[in-house]
């Protein structure tokens, strides 16, 4: 399984030399209080293991400022890389991991809030970028 405490320690210590730039907030998201509301969201690597993406979504578009924009990474099933990653994450590391496609996405961001939604194509999937 996952080493959280060690991750987050990793940020910490990656986030050091923005400390009058970046706050760092441990808990869980989707119950967390933050204050205010943000301009630019960040989302990398996190709904490759998210079983409920839209939880996640409409908590992220709540947190936006007007025209805020939501920058993401999805994941999406390619030949050969899917059948390698399944089996090292959902296997071997026992860490679910759930793939995406563009019209499945266009769909979540629609129903999430989000006004435009640019999908990208990448090396492992897809990176989005939201207005809100």
């Given at each position: 399984?996952?080493?959280?405490?060690?991750?987050?320690?990793?940020?910490?210590?990656?986030?050091a030399?923005?400390?009058?730039?970046?706050?760092?907030i441990?808990?869980?998201?989707?119950?967390?209080?933050?204050?205010?509301?943000?301009?630019?969201l960040?989302?990398?690597?996190?709904?490759?293991?998210?079983?409920?993406?839209?939880?996640?979504?409409?908590?992220?578009?709540?947190?936006?400022?007007?025209?805020?924009?939501?920058?993401?990474?999805?994941?999406?099933?390619?030949?050969?890389?899917?059948?390698?990653?399944?089996?090292?994450?959902?296997?071997?590391n026992?860490?679910?991991?759930?793939?995406?496609?563009?019209?499945?996405l266009?769909?979540?961001?629609?129903?999430?809030?989000?006004?435009?939604?640019?999908?990208?194509?990448?090396?492992?999937?897809?990176?989005?970028?939201?207005?809100?």
């Amino acid at each position: 399984m996952w080493n959280w405490p060690r991750r987050c320690s990793c940020s910490r210590e990656r986030l050091a030399r923005f400390v009058d730039r970046v706050t760092l907030i441990e808990g869980k998201f989707l119950s967390c209080p933050l204050e205010g509301r943000f301009e630019v969201l960040v989302a990398v690597g996190l709904f490759d293991h998210i079983a409920d993406p839209m939880q996640f979504l409409t908590r992220m578009r709540s947190l936006c400022a007007p025209h805020a924009s939501l920058v993401a990474s999805f994941s999406a099933w390619t030949p050969p890389k899917g059948p390698l990653r399944r089996l090292r994450y959902a296997y071997v590391n026992r860490c679910p991991i759930y793939d995406y496609t563009a019209g499945g996405l266009d769909q979540l961001f629609a129903q999430a809030g989000f006004e435009r939604l640019e999908l990208r194509p990448g090396r492992a999937g897809l990176l989005a970028w939201a207005r809100a």
